[in-house]
């Protein structure tokens, strides 16, 4: 009966190996795919982010072309400013050669209707 006995340990011990081989497969995430399929989920999203990332830093790289700096907007007042001392002469003589049409329409006038 020993040899029965030796058998039979030898038996439970390779079945309990074989079980605890098969049962470790199974809850090793990539034996059964779940952790391939997880990675593969995480490099989408993340190539999916990078790509908008890409198109945000593309933006705004443009942004900061079309920005206007400190000395655009410094050399755009001093023009403006030029611009309205040059409209500020252009009124005096706009009102002074209207002034001058006047006189010169009422003297044609009262010429006209003194003769």
Do not use: C
Not at 74 to 99: F, K, P, W
């Amino acid at each position: 009966m020993e040899i029965w006995l030796q058998w039979a340990i030898i038996a439970f011990i390779v079945l309990a190996i074989g079980y605890v081989v098969f049962r470790g497969g199974a809850a090793n995430p990539e034996g059964t795919g779940h952790l391939g399929r997880k990675v593969n989920e995480i490099s989408k999203n993340m190539n999916t982010l990078s790509g908008r990332v890409g198109y945000l830093e593309a933006d705004l790289d443009e942004m900061k072309r079309e920005v206007a700096t400190i000395k655009d907007i410094e050399r755009i007042e001093e023009r403006i400013a030029t611009v309205r001392a040059e409209l500020g002469g252009h009124r005096e003589l706009s009102q002074r050669t209207n002034h001058s049409v006047d006189r010169i329409e009422r003297m044609l006038i009262e010429r006209g209707l003194g003769k």
